[in-house]
């Protein structure tokens, strides 16, 4: 019989804003892959993208994707990667505005959770490719429900529809 106790959580974790000189966007990302690691066992890491800004942000971001198994429920662990934010020096001021560090639940192995404050799969993923790029390369295969397209496919169809839009304006 197979452990239910287990969670497989796919995680999307961006920065556009050092918090010193030392910890800049990508070496803010490796801490955080750290402390998301006393979590659970972080079993998959992407390599770190650097993005354009979306919004009023100007500075490009540095994204990454990570695979964590876990026994922290969805509550718990959101709860937890909030924690790893605040001590990482994330202030929500302003949506879509720079930030030190951005961590978000994309995917999780129980499908779908929703509450107040936590929607699973993350309702906007598959319009970004900052989150689908970096997942892509870690957990291509991975179906979403509710529409059971993997990764790359969701992936592919951004990249068609972006490709289309350019052309046409």
């Known amino acids: 019989m197979p452990d239910t106790s287990r969670h497989l959580y796919a995680l999307s974790i961006g920065s556009n804003r050092p918090l010193s000189a030392r ?32 919004g009023p942000s100007r500075r490009r971001f540095a994204n990454a994707a990570l695979l964590v198994d876990s026994a922290l429920p969805p509550p718990a662990m959101l709860v937890a990667l909030q924690a790893i934010e605040t001590g990482l020096g994330r202030r929500r001021f302003q949506r879509w505005g720079a930030r030190r560090l951005d961590i978000d639940i994309i995917l999780w192995s129980g499908g ?52 289309h839009r350019a052309t046409r304006g």
């Open 112 to 163: 779908r959770w929703r509450s107040s404050d936590l929607t699973i799969p993350h309702p906007a993923f598959a319009q970004r490719d900052f989150v689908l790029r970096p997942l892509g390369a870690i957990a291509p295969d991975w179906k979403c429900p509710p529409s059971g397209q993997s990764v790359r496919h969701l992936h592919a169809l951004l990249r068609k529809a972006t490709y």
């Open 23 to 54: 910890l800049t966007p990508p070496r803010l990302l490796a801490e955080a892959v750290r402390r998301i690691g006393a979590l659970g066992d972080v079993v998959a890491l992407s390599p770190t993208i650097e993005t354009p800004p979306l």
